[in-house]
């Protein structure tokens, strides 16, 4: 493992007087940074909004943050900066953003609710008297993400691919459109706002990309209503729970440079690598995402051959009009 990656794993320290990136100690409380960046939270009103966490309490957006020294707070604000100029130009510019910046933006949101989240069970862990029960596979999942994170400030190479993927769409939505979701279990994000919205899968060799290439040429050039990104949405959140492998990454330090290299996602089983797809378990991950819409489980799937969809018609092509609100 490579002496330069801080690793707070190792004994679950998540203080608030150390910095959760580099692991150096803080010189004041003052040293903290927002999880959901400050533009972000004023273009959409998101400060006093509530934020539910996995034990069912509520915080607001604002209250989210991480310990963060300095001279890493500077970094991340240069990364705000040139995420921010982005998604003021559009999707155009958005789609533009290489994928290690995309990579470390979406990363310090997820891995911030993670700190946080993390932070809650020490607590509650500490007033039950009981021990910190974790499980030791998210744990590998959570010191991946955060030493690939650490790219922010150390030098690193991803070898042969990246470990994540990103697909972002042209959305018509509504300016003033904020549509956020992420499961931490399986490492997957997405984000609607403005006219684009973003997909992102962040340990899984970029696998998901290829298990929706059909969906993925159909929609290729195509500007979606919403409702069919809510559809490609739970494509992919259900495809992340059909997952069944647990990514495996060596780092090897040579100079001043860390290198990541990913293990073989194909393993002694043969078994494949995602679980048999289900439709009428799809169909209720797609009556949550279509709630908007107001679409239940029983017309989803009345005809489970060919569950409802607003992307394909029933000859398999681009539905290009849909009249429905957005």
């Not at 604002?62 to 970094?75: A, E, G, N, Y």
């Not at 990454?249 to 001043?256: I, N, S």
Request: charged share 25%; aromatic share 16%; net charge negative.
């Amino acid at each position: 493992m490579a002496n330069r990656l801080y690793n707070p794993f190792l004994d679950f320290h998540f203080d608030n007087k150390t910095c959760f990136l580099s692991g150096k100690a803080l010189n004041s409380d003052n040293e903290k940074i927002q999880v959901f960046p400050q533009w972000m939270m004023r273009s959409f009103d998101l400060e006093d909004k509530p934020f539910k966490m996995l034990d069912e309490s509520m915080v607001t957006y604002k209250q989210l943050q991480l310990p963060c020294s300095t001279p890493v707070s500077d970094l991340f604000e240069e990364l705000e900066k040139k995420v921010e100029d982005a998604v003021g130009l559009g999707y155009s510019a958005v789609k533009n953003l290489d994928q290690i910046t995309l990579f470390q933006w979406v990363s310090k949101i997820l891995y911030g609710v993670v700190f946080n989240e993390i932070q809650v069970g020490i607590r509650q862990a500490f007033i039950s008297g009981e021990q910190l029960n974790f499980s030791q596979a998210l744990v590998q999942k959570f010191k991946n993400l955060h030493f690939m994170l650490q790219s922010l400030i150390v030098p690193m190479e991803f070898e042969q691919k990246n470990p994540f993927t990103f697909a972002v769409f042209p959305v018509d939505s509504t300016a003033e459109t904020f549509m956020y979701r992420d499961e931490i279990n399986t490492l997957i994000f997405s984000l609607r706002m403005k006219d684009f919205a973003i997909i992102a899968t962040l340990q899984d060799n970029g696998v998901h990309e290829i298990y929706h290439e059909d969906i993925l040429k159909k929609v290729d050039g195509k500007i979606l209503h919403p409702i069919q990104f809510e559809e490609i949405c739970a494509r992919y959140f259900y495809s992340a729970y059909l997952f069944n492998r647990l990514p495996e990454y060596t780092y090897m330090e040579v100079g001043e440079k860390v290198y990541v290299e990913p293990m073989p996602l194909n393993d002694w089983t043969l078994k494949p690598i995602f679980d048999q797809w289900t439709v009428k378990t799809y169909g209720q991950v797609l009556e949550s995402f279509w709630k908007p819409w107001g679409f239940i489980l029983f017309e989803i799937i009345k005809n489970p051959e060919h569950p409802m969809s607003f992307i394909l018609d029933e000859q398999h092509n681009f539905l290009e009009n849909i009249e429905l609100p957005r």
